[in-house]
């Protein structure tokens, strides 16, 4: 059975975690001795009571935390999908590329980008682009970002006769970060420009895609 001091215990550590305010810690209440508040008898400076008191939830641990997190590192990975349309001769197609990137700021918003792309339809094209992306924060601590992006490199057609050309691509996006190491992302505008024989070629993409910060 519990006696009497164990009884006491658990009532003063009950008013202690539901009704204790601030205001309650910072005043003298009355029943304070020169060794400090009690309550029910009891000091609450005991180390019994202290152990029976539960600590407060962490902030981590809190129902309802909004998902998102800033970037793991300076190290960028991306696999995009979608459609290319063709905005004069060129066809529309389907649309891969691969982004590898590396951050050249402490905030790890500027990257040095290699995107290898390719484009499958009646025509198959390969595309080398290396460029600059800048992740421009709107809310930084739940990892939504928009950026702009701007890659020039070089274009071969492979079949349908072959040619090479010039590569041009200004492109802007949209990514969150749902963990530090994983992020999802939609680009609305990619707008590649060919410059080769005769005259350039211009195709309009959109792409949907995931990626990983390290």
Sequence with gaps: MLGPRSTKIGIAAALVATVATASAWAEKPAGTTEKGRQVAGISLDDPALAAATPAPPDEADKPGKPLGAPKAGPILANM????????GAMPTQFALELDAGYALTKDNSAYVVFSPQFQF????????PAGFQYDIPIVRDRGIYAYPRASIGYARITNAGGGDAFALMPEGGIKWNATEHVHVGFEPLS??????????????RIFAYAGGDF
């Design 121 to 128: 339809g009646d025509v198959t094209m390969v595309v080398l």
């Design 191 to 204: 707008l590649p420009i060919f410059f080769g024989k005769g005259d350039p070629q211009v195709v309009y």
């Design 80 to 87: 995009k999908i979608g459609p290319s349309f063709g905005l």
